[in-house]
């Protein structure tokens, strides 16, 4: 779990690691290789770091309590990524190891992905991960946490509060949508080793495969339970079902394995950035898993990132139909730069393009066939700030090249078994399930038919 202000929603550039150990004395050893990258990096505002110094000083020495120079120093370099965007954040040591336990898929907590609030009062849970003390506990995507054993979040300053030995106890406090007043939840943390890959058979012949994350083994995990359903199968499936509600992204290598898996060839993902070490471009390799045969994707407002890559990568190439809730719209790719000293910093160096070559930053992916979650009482008093589930309302999030277009509406949490039935009706017959949902709608009175886009406010004006 990550809360410094960002979501942990990691779609790392692997190759790019090294660049920030690169300075400009290296890079002018070889003349052939300055370039005006370069150039730009090596200058130093020396205005703007005079003018630091001074604020620097004058706090050591005025302050009200003494105040410790790293500590100062590292509250400055978070203060210097913290209006960038909601996904670039300093990592000392301790959290830069923790950071890197929970993409290896093990570490002690609750399992749950979190995004600070920027009010500074609440954690919003992007996702509980399956199988976790939070799953296990009832916890939601879209839920608020306002306390943590009583003490307001605005109180607590570790940037892991949710950590603890595995057998230890912590409350959580609550506020969820359609729930009249917070409440708490009791959840033993435990050491969580995350099975990004489950999978079993919906009917003879019909696989289904849920991925929750984007981890290191996650490619791989996924060629054996396809391997396993073809062989339950009788060695040929007739359709699969992949399922990426709540998936919080990941790796965006384990997202492009899975694609490849699936597709004999075709663009899967290009990403863009302002330097060239940003710029990468993903293709398939020749090899089907599934030999052609038809692919649902499931998705709905938790599933972000790397998820988006893949639900993207076989939409554009025309290998799966995709249905549920528009995505979470993050569009932007994040490299862990590590420092000398043990701390990394996590910097959005790139935005990320569909083989379409659509950036969804901020707009998501809108599904062939949209799913609606079943409506609960009092669903329509609700502030926007538990309704409205996207990239696009997160303060200082990059602006996207389609944001704020007519008729845009935030997706929605889709829980439960019903969109894994509906998603293996459209594998079984594609268009059985807009067929239905019209037949649904002409029985309501007219009143109570409305557009989906009408059902929310748009959350992103046009400028």
């Not at 600070?116 to 609440?122: H, L, R, V």
């Not at 078994?417 to 019209?438: F, M, R, T």
Request: net charge negative; aromatic share 4%.
């Amino acid at each position: 779990m990550r809360v410094a202000r960002s979501a942990t929603l990691l779609l790392a550039l692997m190759p790019a690691l090294t660049w920030a150990q690169q300075t400009a004395p290296a890079a002018q050893s070889d003349s052939d290789a300055a370039t005006s990258e370069e150039a730009v990096t090596s200058r130093v505002p020396l205005e703007e770091i005079r003018r630091y110094v001074g604020v620097y000083n004058a706090v050591r020495a005025a302050y009200v309590d003494p105040v410790d120079d790293k500590k100062l120093m590292q509250s400055a370099i978070r203060g210097l990524l913290l209006d960038l965007d909601p996904h670039s954040t300093y990592f000392d040591k301790e959290d830069a190891e923790a950071f890197d336990e929970q993409a290896e898929g093990a570490y002690e907590g609750i399992g749950v992905e979190l995004q600070q609030q920027p009010d500074n009062a609440s954690l919003k849970v992007i996702a509980p991960i399956d199988d976790t003390p939070a799953a296990k506990a009832g916890i939601l995507a879209g839920d608020l946490i306002i306390a943590i054993d009583g003490k307001p979040i605005s109180a607590i300053e570790a940037t892991e509060p949710l950590r603890g030995k595995a057998g230890s106890k912590v409350v959580l406090t609550i506020v969820r949508e359609g729930k009249p007043k917070p409440f708490d939840v009791p959840i033993t943390r435990q050491t969580i080793r995350v099975t990004s890959v489950r999978s079993r058979m919906l009917e003879p012949g019909y696989g289904y495969v849920r991925l929750s994350t984007f981890q290191a083994d996650t490619g791989a995990d996924f060629q054996k339970h396809v391997a396993q359903l073809q062989k339950q199968a009788g060695g040929q499936l007739k359709g699969l079902v992949l399922d990426l509600r709540s998936n919080p992204g990941g790796l965006l290598t384990a997202a492009v394995q899975v694609a490849d898996d699936l597709l004999e060839k075709g663009n899967i993902v290009s990403t863009r950035g302002r330097i060239s070490i940003s710029d990468a471009r993903f293709d398939a390799t020749p090899g089907d898993l599934l030999k052609g045969a038809p692919v649902v994707v499931l998705t709905d407002a938790g599933s972000a990132s790397a998820s988006e890559v893949l639900a993207g990568a076989l939409r554009d190439n025309g290998r799966a139909r995709v249905i549920g809730s528009r995505t979470f719209g993050k569009g932007s790719v994040q490299t862990v730069l590590p420092l000398d000293n043990g701390d990394s910093v996590k910097l959005t160096t790139a935005r990320y393009y569909t083989p379409s070559g659509k950036s969804i930053q901020a707009t998501g992916i809108v599904p062939d066939v949209v799913l609606q979650p079943e409506k609960q009482p009092g669903d329509d008093d609700l502030p926007a700030s538990l309704t409205d589930y996207s990239e696009a309302t997160l303060p200082g999030h990059l602006r996207g090249d389609d944001e704020g277009g007519e008729g845009y509406t935030a997706g929605d949490v889709l829980p439960g078994d019903g969109p894994i039935n509906d998603a293996l009706a459209e594998l079984k017959q594609p268009g059985s399930v807009a067929a239905k949902q019209k037949v649904e709608a002409a029985k309501k009175p007219a009143a109570e038919a409305k557009p989906a886009a009408e059902t929310k406010p748009a959350v992103a004006p046009k400028p």
